[in-house]
């Protein structure tokens, strides 16, 4: 196992070779970003042949790996209408046949039934989110006139009701976990419990996975807990970033590392550029 | 017919459902058909992309019903933030499976379909018209009853069509542009080239047929007629020209200028622009040649 590190390693992690293109270098212990991209593929963990929708760089490459590793029978879209086939569907399909194999068909109208069916994990950002996960991306301020319009709810109240939810925050700070969100988009625990059993009963907030640490709803109350804290960061800095109390163990455990296949796989093939780093920037 | 025959088949006030989906094979010439006409107070059902945006900038739109207007590389289009920010234009915000199942309705000429979409979230408040309905079978489950979105009128783009009104999409989404002509009491598509009958399948498999002439009520033949939203395989999205678009609604003299540029005139003087705007990319973009 590597030595933990907050930051990227010394030394740029990647080296040109004659070719020209960017093979990876094995050592350097895992950046931020690259352990971030494990967490966010630790919450596909365990789920089988059911759509992983990440949205954002970094859940699309912990997606990606997840499937390359440890829950290979997860489907991916490439974003517009195709399902594409292991092992690797970074790349859109290319015109000499070289690139991945498409192994399915999936407009919107499929991706809805998909959705309805419960066959789908999806992890999704959050302009602000509460101590029961309840999820807004729809607008900041009053409603009727908001101060910022952003995305509206989208595919937010269906994704909560009806299939496994994780989110992911890429800037953990207290604009974004509040006290009370301004609007509900995706629902939380509190709401989902007040709709009965019944209704809820595909209701599942799986993790929230941040650039400081990851979190869950593991509780009595189901409100959310500090589950583990990424290398460098302390609970402290969490619950201080945190707009609301935060359940937190005796000891909180560290992230787990990436292991050096994933560390290979993330930085030799998913993401040979480095983009990564960027979506934490 | 041409795209404004089509504006001329509209009435203000009426509601109109825009097919595509955010900024993919949107209905773009009959869009800007509408922005040439006085029509007024239009009620908007559309999976919202740059359509929303110009017929909010030119004050056509009295409220909008979607699940959101992106531009898709531009995660939010700026007509509609302003539009909200400012408080001019009426909202009813859906699940995108929501508004899916109010189209569904419509074309079935159901009052509503039930959909487990929007229990517990903010939309039942952000729209309280809406109601609940318990199954009527042992289970007694309790569901949102989306009612259905009735549209007067629907306009979609496709990539070819035929002149009695059947329609074949050659990219790799159908979008929901069929049930958009089905909840519609008249429905316009343009499309990119009309071929004869018979020449249908040489273009796509008999799947690709997405709408037939029962379903449809005018046919417009208009290349480029969903710039600069993407129309594939015939084009991709015009980036570069909808980067252009969105910054230019980032202020008011920079919309005028845009609107001078490329929106005041006919569909024709339109495409005239936009070959200017590319030939001024490319020359920017060209390599000095070399000595």
Known sequence: ?281 | MSPDEVAGELRSGMTIGIGGWGSRRKPMALVRAILRSGLRDLEVVSYGGPDVGLLIAGGHVRRVVCGFVSLDTIALEPHFRLARQQGTVELTELDEGMLHWGLLAAAHRLPFLPIRAGLGSDVPRMNPQLRTVRSPYADGEELIAMPALRLDAALIHLNRCDAAGNGQYLGLDPYFDDLFCLAAGRAFVSCERIVPTAGLLESGPPQSLLVNRAMVDGVVECLGGAHFTSCVPDYGRDEAFQARYAAAAADAGGWQRFRAEYLAGDEASYQQAVRRFADSQASDTEPAAPP
Request: with cysteine; hydrophobic share 40%; aromatic share 6%.
């Open chain 1, 1 to 281: 196992m590597t030595t933990p590190a907050p930051g990227r390693p010394p030394g740029p992690g990647v080296s040109p070779a004659m070719d020209g293109k960017k093979v990876p270098i094995a050592e350097g212990g895992p950046s931020r970003a690259e352990v971030c991209v494990v967490a966010c593929a630790e919450a596909w963990r365990g789920d089988g042949a059911i759509l992983a929708s990440p949205m954002g760089l970094i859940p699309a490459l912990g997606a990606r790996l997840a499937r390359l590793t440890f829950s290979p029978r997860l489907l991916l879209s490439d974003g517009e209408a195709y399902l594409l086939a292991p092992p690797d569907p970074g790349a859109r399909p290319g015109a000499d046949g070289a690139g991945p194999v498409i192994e399915g068909w999936l407009p919107y109208r499929s991706v809805f039934t998909m959705v309805a069916a419960g066959l789908r994990h999806v992890m999704m950002g959050a302009a602000q989110i509460d101590r029961f996960g309840n999820q807004n991306i729809s607008c900041i301020g009053d409603w009727a006139r908001p101060k910022a319009q952003l995305l509206g709810v989208r595919g937010a109240p269906g994704n909560t009701i009806n299939h496994p939810v994780s989110y992911w925050v890429p800037r953990h700070s207290r604009r974004v976990f509040v006290e009370r969100a301004d609007l509900v988009s995706g629902i939380g625990y509190d709401r989902a419990a007040a709709l009965g059993p019944q209704a809820a009963r595909f209701h599942e907030l799986r993790v929230v996975v941040t650039n400081l640490a990851v979190l869950d709803f593991q509780t009595p109350d189901r409100s959310m807990r500090l589950r583990s804290v990424h290398p460098g960061v302390t609970a402290g800095d969490v619950t201080a970033a945190t707009g609301f109390p935060l359940a937190a163990a005796d000891g909180v455990p560290a992230t787990r590392l990436p292991t050096a296949q994933e560390l290979a796989l993330i930085r030799g093939q998913l993401d040979p550029d480095g983009l990564r780093d960027r979506e934490l920037a």
